[in-house]
C-alpha cells in the first residue's frame, strides 16, 4: 500500500483552476519527484497536501488515514514534514532554535538531543553556527537548516518543495546527495523540482506536471530518456 | 527625582499596555483597538470586587481572571472567524468590539465616574525630595513582569513557537505549531497584562468610567508604534518614553496644556526619520 495517495486533487485561486485533478502516490521508501515547469502547479500541490490552502476536489490518504481536512500542524505528530520552497526559516531565531522549533510536536527531550546530536554530526557546520542568528547563513547553509529542521520532527514523509533553488551548482548536488542519505536511512521523499535533470536522477518514480494536470509518469531513468521529457525541461 | 520615579512608573504602565498592542499585532498581525477597553474592563473589575468584599488582592485576582476571559472570548468570537479577512474588516471589528465593551459597561454601572480607593500609600523620603509609594510599587512590579515576559518569551519553547508564528506563520505551521492556540495565548498575555495596567492606572487616576481606556489606549498604541510596532522590547522602551516626557511636560507650567499635543507631535517626527519606529525592522519582501 502506498504511504501517500492523492486522488482526484483539485485547486483552484479565485475562477482559476490550477490544479486539475491529480492522482499520485508515493511508496514507503520510495524517492518520488514531481517536475514541471514554473507555474504549472508544483508548489500549489506541496501547499494543498498539507492544507495551508484549500482543496476544491479530492482526496489524500497518508499512511492508511484520511488526511483531507486535516490542519497543517496535525500532520506533523502523523509523520509528514516539509521543506517549503524557499526554505522559509526563521530567520530571526539562532540555528538551535530553529532546530528544536522542528521538534514542536515531540516529548521526550533525550530523544529530541539524540536526534539533535544526528543533525550536526551529518552537518558539522550547523553545529559550529547553532548560536548564530539563522538569516546570517548563506543560501546553501540555509537549505541544510530547513532539511534539518523538518527530519527534526522524524518524519515518514519528508516533502521538499524545490530544494536547489538559488542555490550555487556546488550546493545544488549537495543538496541531492543530502535527499538520497536522508531516503536511504528510511525517510520516503517526495520532492517537487524545476530542476529536473538532477531531480530525475535520483528519483525512483516520477510524474511530469503540465499546467494543473499530470502528462506523464515513469520511473526516472525512463523520464531521463523520454525524447519529449528531453526537449521540455532537460536542455534538449 | 520624584519626576523620573513618577515618569518612569507612568512609562511602564504604558508599556504594559503597549505590550499587548504590539505582541497581537506581531503574532496575529492586526491591530487590537479594543484593548484600552479591556483596561476599562480590569478596572471596574476590581471597582466591583472592591464594593463586594473590600479587599484589594482578590479585586487584583478578578481583574485579572476577567480581562483574560474576556480577551480570550473576544479573540474567538469576533477575530478568529475573521483570520484571512481584510485587515480593514478586522480593524472596524476592533472599534465595533470598543464601543461593545463601553456601552456593557455603562449598561451596568452607570455613565458617572466613580472613586476607586485600592490602596493608601505614605509618601517616602529620601533626603530633601518626596518619592510617591504607588509610583516605586508600580515601577517594581512592572519590571519584574516585563523581565518575566521577556524570559518567557525568548527562553521557553512556547515563546519560541510565539516568535516562529509571529516571523513566519504558514512555516510555524509545518513546524506542528498549532497557530489559533498560540495567537488565543498572546491575546491571554496581552489581556492579563492590560488587567495588571489597569489596577496600576487606579493608582494613577482612582477613578473609573466606561471610556476610561481610551486615552491610554491611545498613548500606548502611540508608545508600541513609536518603540516599532511587532517588536517587544520596542513596547517597552517606547512606552517609558512616552511617560517620561508626558510626566515632564506636566510639571513645566510652560509646556503643560501642550502634554498631548508633544507626546503624538513626538510620534509623528519619530515616524518622519524611522517610519517602522524605533526598534522596528523593514519587512524583507519575500522572493
Not at chain 1, 112 to 126: D, K, S
Not at chain 1, 173 to 182: A, D, H, L, R
Not at chain 2, 55 to 67: S, T
Not at chain 2, 198 to 219: C, E, R
Amino acid at each position: 500500500m502506498a504511504l501517500l495517495e492523492v486522488t482526484g486533487l483539485e485547486v483552484s485561486y479565485g475562477p482559476i483552476k490550477a490544479i486539475r485533478g491529480v492522482d499520485f502516490s508515493v511508496n514507503q521508501g520510495e524517492i518520488v519527484a514531481l517536475i514541471g515547469a514554473n507555474g504549472a502547479g508544483k508548489t500549489t500541490i506541496m501547499h494543498a497536501l498539507c492544507n495551508l490552502i484549500g482543496k476544491q476536489a479530492g482526496k489524500v490518504m497518508f499512511d492508511g488515514q484520511d488526511i483531507t481536512a486535516i490542519p497543517a500542524h496535525k500532520l506533523v505528530p502523523m509523520g509528514m514534514a516539509q521543506v517549503p520552497e524557499g526554505r522559509r526559516i526563521f530567520q530571526e531565531l539562532t540555528v538551535s532554535e530553529n532546530l528544536t522549533l522542528g521538534a514542536y510536536t515531540r516529548k521526550d527531550k533525550a530523544e529530541i538531543n539524540a536526534t539533535l546530536e544526528e543533525v550536526y554530526q551529518r552537518f558539522p557546520i550547523l553545529k559550529e553556527r547553532q548560536k548564530q542568528i539563522a538569516g546570517t547563513l548563506s543560501g546553501g547553509e540555509q537549505q541544510m537548516l530547513a532539511m534539518s529542521r523538518a527530519l527534526m520532527s522524524h518524519p515518514k514523509l519528508l516533502l521538499l518543495d524545490e530544494p536547489s533553488m538559488g542555490l550555487s551548482p556546488l550546493y545544488v548536488s549537495n543538496i541531492f546527495e543530502m535527499i538520497q542519505e536522508v531516503n536511504k536511512s528510511g525517510t520516503t521523499v517526495l520532492l517537487v523540482e524545476q530542476n529536473a535533470k538532477q531531480a530525475l536522477a535520483i528519483a525512483n518514480r516520477a510524474y511530469v506536471l503540465e499546467i494543473g494536470v499530470i502528462s506523464k509518469t515513469g520511473t526516472g531513468k525512463e523520464l531521463l530518456n523520454d525524447d519529449s521529457i528531453r526537449r521540455a525541461y532537460l536542455g534538449g | 527625582m520624584s519626576t523620573l520615579i513618577d515618569g518612569l512608573s507612568l512609562g511602564v504602565i504604558y508599556a504594559l499596555i503597549a505590550l499587548g498592542y504590539t505582541m497581537v499585532y506581531g503574532i496575529a498581525k492586526m491591530l487590537n483597538f479594543a484593548h484600552g477597553d479591556i483596561i476599562m474592563v480590569g478596572a471596574y473589575s476590581v471597582f466591583a470586587t472592591l464594593a463586594l468584599c473590600g479587599l484589594a488582592f482578590p479585586a487584583i485576582l478578578v481583574a485579572v481572571i476577567v480581562c483574560v476571559l474576556l480577551g480570550i472570548s473576544v479573540e474567538r468570537v469576533a477575530y478568529r472567524p475573521l483570520r484571512g479577512a481584510s485587515p480593514l474588516a478586522v480593524l472596524i471589528t476592533a472599534i465595533g468590539v470598543s464601543y461593545l465593551l463601553q456601552s456593557i459597561a455603562q449598561l451596568i454601572f452607570g455613565a458617572k465616574p466613580r472613586t476607586v480607593e485600592l490602596f493608601s500609600f505614605t509618601p517616602i523620603r529620601i533626603g530633601n525630595s518626596t518619592i510617591s509609594g504607588a509610583s516605586l510599587l508600580t515601577l517594581g512590579v512592572c519590571i519584574v513582569i516585563m523581565a518575566a515576559l521577556t524570559l518567557f518569551v525568548n527562553r521557553t519553547k512556547t515563546g519560541h513557537a510565539m516568535l516562529a508564528v509571529s516571523e513566519d506563520r504558514g512555516a510555524a505551521q509545518l513546524m506542528g505549531i498549532n497557530v489559533n492556540r498560540i495567537i488565543m495565548l498572546t491575546f491571554a498575555i496581552g489581556s492579563a497584562l492590560a488587567a495588571f495596567a489597569s489596577v496600576f492606572y487606579l493608582l494613577y487616576i482612582p477613578s473609573v468610567n466606561p471610556t476610561l481606556g481610551s486615552m491610554p489606549g491611545i498613548k500606548a498604541f502611540t508608545a508600541a508604534v513609536i518603540g516599532g510596532i511587532g517588536s517587544i522590547p520596542g513596547a517597552m522602551i517606547g512606552g517609558v518614553l512616552l511617560g517620561l516626557i508626558e510626566t515632564i511636560c506636566l510639571r513645566v507650567p510652560a509646556l503643560a496644556p501642550f502634554t498631548t499635543s508633544i507626546e503624538f507631535g513626538l510620534l509623528i517626527v519619530i515616524l518622519l526619520f524611522k517610519p517602522t519606529g524605533l526598534l522596528g525592522k523593514r519587512r524583507r519582501e519575500k522572493v
